[in-house]
């Protein structure tokens, strides 16, 4: 298996623009989920799917974040509009189970100037 | 409600030395235990987990790790610390249909 993939890995854009980052997890994982990692705050989960169902999205810094899994092999996260305080190393990781090892991406790095 | 503390946020030692780095947990069961490690610009990976048996787990790289109920605790240790160990670790818990929760993460620095 590939492990998690995510794209892209590199994003620079202005503040006001719409960002969406993308995952695929690894195949047969039934939980999703992502994170944000910074220097100030750590790593935060932001939310995470079950079976392509949201099940807590509590660590959603505001309604700017939305995230979507329309299948079991894709999810997409959001943010619009960015701000530059979303500047930060967004995380996608995927499990067999709630309780089982997070396989983690090599996230994505978003600047937003 | 689950919490991981590590109280050490950065930590320094010399090559070749030992390694120990602290967790300490709050779960009201038997949890599960794991430890990660991230290294620059890498995402997490998993370094060992315990789920029950044994309490000295081995896990990759030549790490392990002690699960000690007595002290809610799961230390994570390496007799002999290699510059490429150089990294974030991080310890982590769950429990039943929990998420898993992350600590802050240890800075580690390897001198030669």
């Known amino acids: 298996d590939a492990g998690v993939i995510q794209s892209p890995r590199h994003e620079v854009t202005e503040m006001g623009q719409e960002v969406t980052l993308r995952c695929k997890p690894i195949?047969?994982?039934?939980?999703l989920f992502w994170y944000r990692q910074t220097m100030m705050r750590g790593l935060e989960l932001l939310i995470y799917?079950?079976?392509?169902?949201?099940?807590?999205d509590s660590g959603m810094p505001e309604d700017r974040f939305s995230a979507k899994m329309p299948n079991a092999s894709f999810s997409t996260l959001k943010i619009q509009p960015s701000e530059p305080r979303d500047s930060a190393v967004y995380f996608c990781?995927?499990?067999?189970?709630?309780?089982?090892?997070?396989?983690f991406g090599p996230g994505t790095r978003l600047t937003v100037t | 409600a689950q919490s991981v503390t590590q109280p050490d946020i950065h930590i320094t030692v010399s090559e070749g030395a030992s390694l120990e780095l602290r967790c300490n947990y709050s779960y009201g069961a038997t949890p599960y235990l794991f430890w990660y490690v991230q290294s620059p610009g890498q995402g997490l990976q998993l370094l060992l987990k315990?789920?029950?048996?044994?309490?000295l787990v081995q896990g990759i790289k030549g790490f392990e790790a002690e699960f000690k109920r007595s002290q809610s605790s799961f230390n994570l240790r390496k007799p002999s610390v290699h510059w490429s160990d150089a990294a974030e670790y991080f310890c982590?818990?769950?429990?039943?249909?929990?998420?898993?929760?992350f600590g802050t993460g240890t800075k580690l620095q390897v001198i030669p």
């Open positions: 990781a995927s499990s067999l189970g709630p309780t089982g090892e997070q396989y």
């Open positions: 195949s047969g994982h039934d939980y």
């Open positions: 799917f079950n079976n392509n169902v949201p099940i807590d």
């Open positions: 982590a818990v769950s429990g039943g249909y929990q998420k898993v929760t």
């Open positions: 315990y789920f029950s048996g044994d309490t």
